[in-house]
């Protein structure tokens, strides 16, 4: 009973399922796909290495301060950075000084009260303070931007297909649209003239459906001098504020990889003595 | 419960003896994982799973335990806590990746012994009530799985906890009704978050009471084998304790080694960028996709694509999507009734030629092409694909598994496991 | 990870030790025997094969031991309440003989500005015949001495004293007053009646301008 129930019951699904099979084959004959202009201009993430990548690497505390001064005066702007704080900063290879200084000088102040009338105010940050944000609220940030929302940055290198090197392609991805041919030479607007950019958005294939709100952030060269005296090209600049994403979004990374190392040494001796125990014991058994 | 020459416990010393005689605990363990369980000789490294699944749940209520110290249920709060824990918690990253990690290690150690007990036939007679006590771990663990998945209310938290109780939604008449009961609203919010963490806190320890039942089920006959020759004395046998608590010692060193490989050096590797987005009730990410270890019944899901009605007239019996549901749930429920299913005498796919080809070229290929296509856009040839290892999977359990066991002629047993370790080698790798 | 190793460690790890000797002696007494031809030495086997398992359950009873403490760690103070582990207060609007409350570390701190009386009074007492001997010298800062700041928690059982805001009791000598178990502090916070063991605690602090305190 059990048996022919069970027959039944697989031939009505396995039957339905093949059933659904031709169906999806005719449909696929009949109304063939459309190909999307994002399935065919989209752009994988550009070539960039980090000193951070790999099992060993760790992170590399200038290009950090660098990426830094670039997020504090081009990206900070507009994006939030709500779950580091000011304290965190010590990471980056600051002094207790220095980030006390960072924190008082950072263009945004905290929301507080005034402890005499109660009214909203505001006061400089303290290192104990979270980074604070350039909008007051979403709807505050909208209106600013176009109805566009600036996504929060701390953990956008994790929150991305590609991490860091889609953080890296993204701000340097702007393209003029008329004109632009893929790796095939298939000329976008040839293909979809439909797809032409919205006025207020912009071109960058490495965006998922292409047209971005955000408009380049990084527009020239040395648009931040830095303090260690390297050259602040566009890509400079790039890396380094993709780097510095990385850390705030992964603050614990070297440790986590030192960690792993110990436990992976200490798990390898373990694994051999343990092996060397259960062969002895097994010696005499044949098995 | 166990065989007549399983060595007896002895207490040594007057405080052994005390205890004893009053809550016989140590006897307990001396039994069940001791020198007082005899377990055939031959198994092989498969068998090392079991004890390995057991220590995968106890690394998930330690780190589970631990990040509930510091996170709150709220959906103001929840991912900010979880981040709060990897940040400011002492060590908060670790004990974090190490239980979201430690659920896909959970599922790929709990996959294999599966595929263990489908493949040497497990489930089989006396072993049948070990098989339904661990479907029932299997299906407890899908849902505290789930159910953690949405604790720290990103995107994918969210949008999973809405997709998987719209499966509900599909029963006729009582759906919405019944959705909305399990999500306390009408989209997942605090409720459903608030009543996802209690059962996702005390499941954990319904499975392990089921585990003990599980073990407990397993001392009545005693362990499988690769042969699937029952025991037949005691040089079949040896004793749990030392030679299998060594072997499953560096197994476990082994798994350690995985384990800590991904957690420490490619944490994120098995999790999904989306979730690092804090949940926005009102924008879908553009590829919703479960976990990986849900992947093959999300596929099932996807593919039933055509109403079963009659033709012509426009009635539909059962629509698509609920068909789809049904087929979800039926895929596991199925593997209930399997040791009714496959009535071969022979438990070992060694000896079973016919059913070794359905399992290797059908089963397993169809298992791994779900897996795939679970993840994959609904584009034609991943729909096709899924279709086609659907259709495959559920005839192999429902259609070919009773008629192979009927036809096959099963290739000659050894004698004893005794005389198969001595004697002739296995057909294959033991 | 770690309380699989440590329940082997702790509840298994004497048994695991001592079975794993005495199952392996018979086994290890059957496979010299055998290999008595190519080993030499009988006794030599036994012994190194105790090493390994013993080696190997040690390893991992380490291994455990360390895994453990960062689950017991994670309890402590975390970074975000460590990093308000230090308060500025503005202090110049508060006039002899009043305090105020402020909190540092989620507890009350009381900040008093003593007047001269007061301060005369304090200096008086016989510092020898105090259960917890302290000048009011010792408890401030020089120059500064009608500056008492103190935790608000009593010593004996951690109530918040009454007589930092105006109208409270401040007890039978001038200073502060735990309505809990009625201990009676002076006019330097000193424990001088009732059950509490010490003085209120001083804080951390300093003067980082002539009215900005920073506390911790």
Redesign the interface.
């Known amino acids: 009973m059990v048996r022919l129930i069970a027959f039944l019951v697989g031939l009505f699904f396995s039957g339905m399922l093949l059933l659904g099979l031709g169906d999806t084959v005719i449909t696929a004959i009949k109304e063939p796909a459309v190909p999307s202009v994002e399935a065919e201009f989209h752009e994988e993430t550009l070539p960039v290495k980090f000193a951070h990548d790999g099992p060993l690497g760790k992170y590399d505390r200038g290009q950090l301060q660098r990426g830094l001064k670039v997020y504090s005066e081009v990206c900070a702007a507009c994006h939030s950075l709500k779950l580091v ?1 000011f ?1 965190d900063f010590a990471a980056l290879g600051y002094s207790e000084e220095q980030v006390k200084a960072l924190a008082k000088a950072w263009k945004t102040e905290v929301p507080s009260i005034n402890p005499e009338t109660g009214e909203p105010a505001t006061r400089p940050a303290i ?2 303070d979270k980074i604070p944000s350039p909008f007051a609220n979403e709807v505050a940030a909208r209106a600013a931007n176009n109805n566009a929302l600036p996504p929060d940055l701390s953990l956008i290198t994790k929150a991305r297909e590609g991490g860091p090197a889609y953080v890296y392609s993204l701000l340097l991805g702007y393209r003029d649209q008329a004109g632009y041919k893929n790796e095939e030479g298939k000329e976008l607007l040839k293909e979809f003239p439909e797809a032409a950019t919205p006025a207020g958005l912009h071109f960058n294939p490495w965006f998922a459906n292409l047209n971005i709100a955000m408009a380049a952030p990084l527009a020239a060269d040395d648009q931040v001098t830095y303090d260690d005296g390297t050259k602040a090209t566009k890509a400079q600049m790039a890396e380094d504020v993709s780097a510095f994403l990385t850390w705030a979004a992964e603050p614990k990374m070297e440790n986590r990889k030192s960690a792993g190392w110990a436990a992976l040494g ?2 390898l ?2 694994t051999v ?2 092996w ?2 259960y062969k ?2 097994w ?2 058994k044949k098995h | 419960m166990s065989f007549p020459w399983a060595q007896e416990y002895k207490p040594q010393g007057t405080v052994s003896k005390w205890v004893d005689e009053r809550l016989p605990l ?1 006897r307990l ?1 001396y039994n069940a994982v ?2 007082g369980y005899p377990v055939p000789r031959n198994l092989n490294y498969f068998w090392n799973f079991g004890v390995l699944a ?2 995968a749940l ?2 998930q ?3 589970g335990i ?1 990040l509930a ?2 996170y709150y249920a709220s959906v103001d709060g929840a991912f900010n806590s979880v981040e ?1 824990i990897m ?6 990253w ?2 974090r990746y ?1 239980h979201m990690n430690g659920a896909s290690f959970f599922f790929i150690v709990v996959y294999i012994h599966i595929f263990r007990g489908l493949f040497y036939g497990s489930y089989k007679a006396p072993r049948e009530m070990i098989w339904l006590l661990g479907v029932t771990i299997f299906l407890l663990m899908m849902a505290t799985a789930f159910m953690g998945y949405v604790l720290p209310w990103g995107q994918m938290s969210f949008w999973g906890a809405q997709v998987i109780t719209g499966f509900f939604s599909a029963i006729p008449l009582v759906g919405e009704p019944l959705r909305q009961l399990l999500l306390g609203g009408f989209a997942p919010d605090q409720a459903a978050l608030n009543r996802f963490f209690s059962l996702h806190y005390l499941l954990p320890f319904v499975i392990a009471g089921v585990i003990i039942l599980h073990i407990w089920a397993l001392h009545i006959p005693g362990s499988s084998n690769p042969t699937g020759v029952s025991v037949k004395g005691e040089q079949d046998t040896v ?1 749990f ?2 030679y299998y ?2 072997k499953d ?1 560096f197994g ?1 060193g082994i798994f ?1 080694i995985f ?1 800590v490989a991904v957690t420490f050096f490619a944490p994120n590797m098995l999790g999904h960028p989306d979730n690092y987005i804090p949940a926005n009730p009102l924008s879908t990410p553009a590829h919703i996709v479960p976990e990986w270890y849900f992947l093959p019944f999300y596929a099932i899901l996807k593919a039933f694509t055509v109403d079963f009605g009659i033709p012509f007239t426009g009635i539909i019996i059962i629509p698509a999507k609920l068909m789809g549901v049904l087929a979800m749930f039926g895929s596991i429920l199925l593997l209930f009734f399997l040791p009714w299913l496959d009535t071969s005498p022979v438990r070992s796919g060694h000896y079973r030629p016919l059913f070794r080809k359905f399992f290797w070229y059908g089963l397993i290929p169809s298992l791994a092409i779900l897996t795939y296509c679970g993840g994959k856009p609904p584009y034609t040839q991943w729909v096709v694909l899924s279709q086609l290892a659907a259709a495959y999977y559920f005839a192999h359990f429902l259609i070919i598994l009773p008629i192979v066991s009927r036809i096959e002629r099963p290739l000659p047993l050894p004698n004893s496991i005794t005389e198969a370790v001595t004697g002739k080698p296995l057909p294959a790798a033991a | ?4 190793k440590k ?1 082997k460690g702790t509840v ?1 790890k004497p ?2 030790k001592k ?2 000797a005495a ?2 002696a018979p ?1 290890a007494a ?2 010299t025997a ?1 290999e008595n031809s190519h080993d030499g030495t009988e006794g030599s086997g036994v012994r190194r ?1 105790d090493f ?2 013993i ?2 359950v040690s ?2 009873g380490v ?1 455990a031991a ?1 895994v453990a403490m ?2 017991v ?4 103070a ?4 460590l ?2 582990a230090s308060i500025e207060v503005d202090v110049a609007a508060i006039q002899p003989g009043q305090s105020i409350k402020s909190s540092w570390r989620k507890q009350p701190v009381f900040i008093r500005n003593l007047t001269p009386a007061e301060v005369e009074e304090a200096n008086k007492v016989d510092v020898g015949s105090l259960r917890d001997p302290q000048t009011l010298a010792e408890r401030t800062k020089p120059g500064k001495e009608n500056w008492l700041i103190t935790l608000g928690v009593c010593t004996h059982l951690g109530c918040v004293p009454l007589g930092a805001a105006a109208g409270e009791v401040k007890g039978e000598y001038g200073g502060y007053f735990c309505p809990c178990h009625g201990s009676h502090y002076d006019t330097a916070a000193r424990i001088r009646k009732g059950p509490a063991p010490l003085n209120l605690a001083v804080p951390e602090f300093a003067f980082i301008s002539d009215t900005v305190v920073k506390i911790g």
């Not at chain 2, 940040?87 to 908060?92: E, H, I, K």
């Not at chain 3, 975390?78 to 309440?81: E, Q």
Request: aromatic share 6%.
């Open positions: 704080s304290r290192p104990a200490f798990l001796v373990f003595l343990a060397m125990s002895t014991i010696a005499d | 140590p363990v001791g020198a057991g220590v106890v690394i209520i330690v780190t631990v110290m510091h709060h940040r400011d918690v002492n060590s908060g670790f004990v190490a004793p304790h030392p608590t060594a010692g476990l350690l384990f | 990870m770690s309380t699989v329940t298994k048994s695991v079975a794993a199952a392996a086994v059957q496979a055998g094969r390994i398992h080696a190997a390893f991992a291994g360390a960062p689950l760690s994670q309890m402590s975390s970074a975000d309440v990093a308000l």
